[in-house]
Antibody, heavy 120, light 115 residues
């Protein structure tokens, strides 16, 4: 079945970077955009950006420009999201999600989420 | 002012209907946008329920009950998710989303309680 499996929880110190992976299976990885969304505990959803796995093209939310980098390894069907200059406000669950209809906003499926904790 | 505003909470009784609103910021015309609706239950990622732009441009998720439907209130500049015949399993957080200024934007979410 179509599935996205993310890497495990991370604990980082302020100022550090984190890189989260998202491994796709059950479909052609290069045919669908991957989006990244985060959610702080008890808070709402916040979109970070998208990546086209076939070309590597990316688009980032203005808030994260200069701090986020989305890449992929097509040989392993894995997408990556790296966030730098971490602060406590970046503590959240980070999700990857496939855009199921070509840039439509229909995100399905989602990964299980990766908890990133930023603490000194 | 946020791009999308949702009431933080809503309560309704089993069997009743619930109307969840998503109001667009002044100057952003709801008529120009597909409104996406996501449902999130505790401990799980969100799930897309449907999108609605007009009666001729809408999509329901496979496996999503017909009790869920989308509409718009142009006078209020808002998208609406209507859930009829409420069941306990509908208790969840609901988020609206649009594509605006080259970014996906979520509303703050509404916590729906069925009691």
């Amino acid at each position: 079945q179509v599935q996205l499996v993310q890497s495990g929880a991370e604990v980082k110190k302020p100022g550090a970077s984190v890189k989260v992976s998202c491994k796709a299976s059950g479909y052609t990885f290069t045919s669908f955009d991957i989006n990244w969304v985060r959610q702080a505990t008890g808070h709402g959803l916040e979109w970070l950006g998208w990546m086209k796995p076939n070309s590597g093209d990316t688009g980032y939310a203005q808030k994260f420009q200069g701090r986020v980098t989305m890449t992929r390894d097509s040989s392993t069907s894995t997408a990556y999201m790296e966030l730098s200059s971490l602060s406590s406000e970046d503590t959240a669950v980070y999700y990857c999600a496939r855009d199921a209809h070509g840039g439509s906003g229909w995100f399905d499926p989602w990964g299980q989420g990766t908890l990133v904790t930023v603490s000194s | 002012q946020a791009v999308l505003t949702q009431p933080s909470s809503l309560s309704a009784s089993p069997g009743a209907s619930a109307s969840l609103t998503c109001t667009l910021r002044s100057g952003i015309n709801v008529g120009n946008y597909r409104i996406y609706w996501y449902q999130q239950k505790p401990g799980s990622p969100p799930q897309c329920l449907l999108w609605y732009k007009s009666d001729s441009d809408k999509q329901q998720g496979s496996g999503v009950f017909s009790r869920f439907s989308g509409s718009k209130d142009a006078s209020a500049n808002a998208g609406i998710l209507l859930i009829s015949g409420l069941q306990s399993e509908d208790e969840a957080d609901y988020y609206c989303m649009i594509w605006h200024s080259s970014a996906w934007v979520f509303g703050g979410g509404t916590k729906l309680t069925v009691l």
